[in-house]
């Protein structure tokens, strides 16, 4: 396959923010709080997006491809912290183990919040997302999200928000315990940053190594952080704020590039 690149999406959300950092711009009087790139057919189920956040997202959980009904699909998600703000956190899991009645009651009187952990975050932390995890993106982060392509989400509490909750589904598939350590690290270059049952993701600096490329013989998608990465055949090239889908990571030309972050299907 030729190597193209994906169109990009930009979605308004009441958390997110009216002034983008570069290279992205926010149109005039909307609040931008995804940018996303449309799943192409060689890797229909990774989803790759840019969340900016100026307020608390909605506490929330998913489920899992086991726990998703008719109508719905399982998500697993990872989020790469690209900058955050000194008092930034994130909401994952709880503090001691809880019961269903417990997140139930605590989402309907809003004391949810005390019952989650919140989670310092800063630049260069990656945090790994099983479904059936209770979580909340706090205000103040730029990061990027992979996920399974799917936008199943069931709101347990929106902090009086004017939008549609989902208790009952929610309660079904949500885990009521701590998060747990292994799933939290901070990332350095040339680095696996998920290889799970879902998708593999990875940040290199410059040219993959062989071992890379040896994880890498079919189809991914490439989102160059800083630099440039083009095809070998000239056909597309993406900088900072752009993905391209190739069909192997040997079509690629990484001599102008900096930090990548690779993935494609498990």
């Known amino acids: 396959m030729t190597a193209r690149q994906l169109p990009t999406k930009m979605v308004a959300k009441v958390w997110g923010r009216d002034v983008l950092p ?24 990774v989803l790759v997006k840019y969340l900016f956040t100026s307020e608390k997202l909605s506490v929330q959980v998913h489920p899992s491809d086991d726990t998703a009904q008719a109508g719905e699909a399982g998500k697993e998600e990872c989020w790469l912290v690209l900058d955050a703000e000194p008092d930034a956190r994130l909401a994952i899991g709880f503090e001691r183990v809880v019961t269903p009645g417990e997140i139930a009651a605590a989402a309907r009187d809003g004391t949810i919040e005390s019952l989650l952990t919140w989670h310092p975050a800063k630049a260069g932390d990656l945090f790994y997302l099983p479904a059936g995890t209770v979580h909340a993106i706090g205000p103040g982060l730029s990061l990027v999200e992979v996920q399974q392509t799917s936008e199943t989400t069931f709101r347990l509490y929106d902090y009086g928000r004017p939008r549609e909750l989902h208790l009952e589904r929610g309660l079904e598939v949500a885990e009521g315990v701590p998060y747990a350590a292994r799933h939290k690290r901070t990332v350095a270059d040339g680095q696996t940053l998920v290889d799970g049952p879902h998708f593999r993701l990875d940040r290199i600096a410059g040219a993959p190594d062989a ?18 990465v083009a095809a070998k055949d000239g056909s597309a090239k993406a900088s900072a704020g752009e993905c391209l889908v190739a069909g192997g990571l040997d079509t690629l030309d990484f001599s102008a590039a900096g930090i990548t972050l690779l993935t494609r299907s498990s």
């Open 211 to 228: 071992a890379t490329c040896a994880a890498y013989p079919g189809a991914l998608l490439v989102l160059p952080l800083e630099g440039e």
């Open 22 to 45: 570069p290279p992205f711009a926010a149109p005039e009087g909307e609040r931008i709080g995804e940018i996303w790139f449309e799943p192409p057919p060689e890797v229909p189920d």
